[in-house]
Structure formats: C-alpha cells, structure tokens
T-cell receptor
Framework: SAVISQKPSRDICQRGTSLTIQCQVDSQVTMMFWYRQQPGQSLTLIATANQGSEATYESGFVIDKFPISRPNLTFSTLTVSNMSPEDSSIYLC???????????FGPGTRLTVT | QKEVEQDPGPLSVPEGAIVSLNCTYSNSAFQYFMWYRQYSRKGPELLMYTYSSGNKEDGRFTAQVDKSSKYISLFIRDSQPSDSATYLCAMSDTGFQKLVFGTGTRLLVSP
C-alpha cells in the first residue's frame, strides 16, 4: 500500500490566520481525499482532489474555507482559512489504492486554534 | 439518525478473549465495508475490507457482513494488549472513494 506523509504533524494557530497542510504520497495516485476528525466524532470527508481538476467538496464544506491544490499525482495541500477555535481538529489525507483496493490514510495533522 | 452507528465503548477485555465489534447502517446501497484500526495520535490503518455479504478472515481477524440486517462485525480472536486501539468501521456504495465512517469503538485489552 502507499506510504503517505503529512506536514506539519501538529500546530497551534491563532484565530483569523490560515494554515496549509501538505500531503505527500510515495506513488502516483489518481484520487486523494481530505478528512476532518473532531473529538468524539467520526471522520468526515471534506473534499476529493483529482490531479488537474477542481476539488469536489462535500456538503457543509466550501472552497473559500478549505482551498485545496493538487499540482501532481503525488502531492496535495489543504488550507484551513480564517481559522476559529471550531476548526481545532485532526486533518487527514488519504488515497485510494486502485490496485489492491482500499483507502489508506496519512498520520494526520493535529490543529489547535486559540 | 446517523448513517452508520457504532458503540463508542470503551470495551474492556482480558488478554486472550474473543472480541466482537459491530456497526449498523441505514443505507441499503452500501456495498463495500471496511474496518480500520487507529492507535492514539496515529492515522487510521486499514485492517480489511469486504464486498457485499459474507465473511472474510485474515489471521486473528474475521469480518462479517449481514446486508439483510444492515449489520457488520469484526471479530478478533486471542486478543492481545497490542490490539488496544480505536476500531472504525467505514462503508461506501462507490467502491473505495466516498467513505462513511462510524464514530469508532475504543478497545482496551488488559494483560
């Protein structure tokens, strides 16, 4: 399965600022996903990112708040914009492995907004 | 009502016990069913997946799907302290793309 890394692993940010999270995969993948995992809640899909096209956002998530880039088949970024304490969460990227099946996750970025 | 329901636990068992973890769901279109293990401060790790109904076994782990009851299970035999983690079920009607997750069950296996 693909090996996925994320940067930063954690950060503490002030409200009103923005943070960009990077996701790097060790192989080329078509689809990358961004999730949010809030305490006591299930993982929630934010958006799907395909290389060369605009990301597709799920209900309740908008591009102005969570802009995503996908410049190539091994890399993606998620920006959390104009942060508030409610954005404190773990953000995870994942990829679909079309060869073996399944969706595989990175280690996550733990974000705290003060 | 959530699409996928999962008891948050914690579920505490002694080492060597058989563990049963379960999820129920409401969307009859779900065809792909996955189980993830998540250690504290780590990303979810895919344990196994099944398509449609039936059983699948991988070492100490067995996944069961009962689509007629909209109920899936993960059994862990001879549980070990290293199995202590949160177990997440996930499912999809579109392959391995748009997954819907349960909230996870925290499992504690004591030596």
């Amino acid at each position: 399965s693909a090996v996925i890394s994320q940067k930063p692993s954690r950060d503490i940010c002030q409200r009103g600022t923005s943070l960009t999270i990077q996701c790097q995969v060790d192989s080329q993948v078509t689809m990358m996903f961004w999730y949010r995992q809030q305490p006591g809640q299930s993982l929630t899909l934010i958006a799907t990112a395909n290389q060369g096209s605009e990301a597709t956002y799920e209900s309740g998530f908008v591009i102005d708040k969570f802009p995503i880039s996908r410049p190539n088949l091994t890399f993606s970024t998620l920006t959390v914009s104009n942060m508030s304490p409610e954005d404190s969460s773990i953000y995870l990227c994942s990829v679909e492995d079309s060869g073996t099946g399944g969706q595989y996750f990175g280690p996550g970025t733990r974000l705290t907004v003060t | 009502q959530k699409e996928v329901e999962q008891d948050p636990g914690p579920l505490s068992v002694p080492e060597g016990a058989i563990v049963s973890l379960n999820c129920t769901y409401s969307n009859s279109a779900f065809q792909y069913f996955m189980w993830y293990r998540q250690y504290s401060r780590k990303g979810p790790e895919l344990l196994m997946y099944t398509y449609s109904s039936g059983n699948k076994e991988d070492g100490r782990f067995t996944a069961q799907v009962d689509k007629s009851s909209k109920y899936i299970s993960l059994f862990i035999r001879d549980s070990q302290p290293s199995d202590s983690a949160t177990y997440l079920c996930a499912m999809s009607d579109t392959g391995f793309q748009k997954l819907v997750f349960g909230t996870g069950t925290r499992l504690l296996v004591s030596p």
